[in-house]
């Protein structure tokens, strides 16, 4: 995984491109919410469930098909009654939880993730794979390993959806003037 603190950058930096009347303060948390969830796999291994099952990390949580049915379920429920385009809402959250197995693909640790369960345990990197591993656990941040990991996801996450956001800033700019 990406740390927990760099998974909601995405959902962050790609708000900037949610039209007028649907951006809400509710549906960025629910972005970056959706962007850290798909870690909570790990309270498996408390139960013996191994990082390679199905429901191991990286497993389904990490799939495809676990993006569209939080992102459905959470545009059905909780933003049911906004006034706002559903299907921009459901695209956004759909991005903003795809989004946390794509970073992890691009981490050079681990096992890779399982994007097409539950129909295929395969798990997959992107051939290139410069993001620094992070550990499980926070305790292990507070160290040289751990500031290497930030250094790299700075480098790697933070720095790129910045420059998307400015982007998109300028974009609105020039779109609403
Ligand atoms: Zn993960």
Request: aromatic residues 14%; hydrophobic residues 50%.
């Amino acid at each position: 995984m990406c740390s927990v603190i760099t998974h909601p950058v995405v959902p962050l930096a790609l708000s900037v491109f949610l039209p007028e009347g649907t951006s809400s303060s509710a549906l960025l948390i629910a972005g970056a919410v959706c962007s850290v969830i798909p870690d909570l796999d790990v309270i498996g291994f408390s139960f013996g469930i191994s990082y390679g099952d199905m429901l191991g990390h990286r497993g389904l949580s990490h799939s495809i098909s676990f993006a569209v049915v939080l992102a459905t379920l959470l545009t059905l429920t909780l933003f049911r009654d906004a006034h706002a385009n559903h299907f921009v809402v459901f695209l956004f959250l759909f991005l903003s939880t795809l989004s946390h197995p794509l970073l992890d693909a691009l981490t050079n640790g681990g096992l890779g993730v399982a994007l097409f369960a539950p129909f295929s345990n395969e798990r997959y990197f992107f051939p290139w794979r410069p993001i620094e591993v992070s550990p499980i656990g926070v305790g292990s941040f507070l160290s040289a390993r751990g500031l290497q990991v930030l250094w790299s996801e700075f480098k790697w996450v933070w720095l790129p959806s910045s420059v998307v956001f400015a982007v998109g800033q300028i974009i609105r700019r020039y779109v609403y003037s």
